[in-house]
Nanobody, 123 residues
Framework: QVQLVESGGGLVQPGGSLRLSCQASGPPFSNYRMAWFRQAPGKERDIVSRISRSGAITAYADSVKGRFTISRDNAKNTVYLQMSSLKPEDTAQYYC????????????????WGQGTQVTVSS
């Protein structure tokens, strides 16, 4: 089964940028549809963005459209989340997730998860 390790989180000021990375190991990375989720304290885990196996199809939550960009490099077994114009409400633990199943938006659609990386947007 695939193992996922996120990196790139940290503290950033409002309006700033961060790039999250998720390194996968195990079975062929191109087998997996990938997604980024986030979870703030006391809130549910919500999808931020997802990407198809080839990278040709992407989708975003309304709250991040125009500010975040998901991409993947199958040769490097890595999926990225470029985050710009960050807002305090983007503060959350960000999780990378993978599935061989439905290209869905629910956490229940994803079988494999990383440990998460914290993003804090604050002045």
């Amino acid at each position: 089964q695939v193992q996922l390790v996120e990196s790139g989180g940290g503290l950033v000021q409002p309006g700033g940028s961060l790039r999250l990375s998720c390194q996968a190991s195990g079975p062929p990375f191109s087998n997996y549809r990938m997604a980024w989720f986030r979870q703030a304290p006391g809130k549910e885990r919500d999808i931020v963005s997802r990407i198809s196996r080839s990278g040709a199809i992407t989708a975003y939550a309304d709250s991040v459209k125009g500010r975040f960009t998901i991409s993947r490099d199958n040769a490097k077994n890595t999926v990225y989340l470029q985050m710009s114009s960050l807002k305090p409400e983007d503060t959350a633990q960000y999780y990378c997730a993978a599935t061989t199943g439905t290209y869905g938006a629910s956490p229940h659609d994803y079988n494999y998860w990383g440990q998460g990386t914290q993003v804090t947007v604050s002045s």
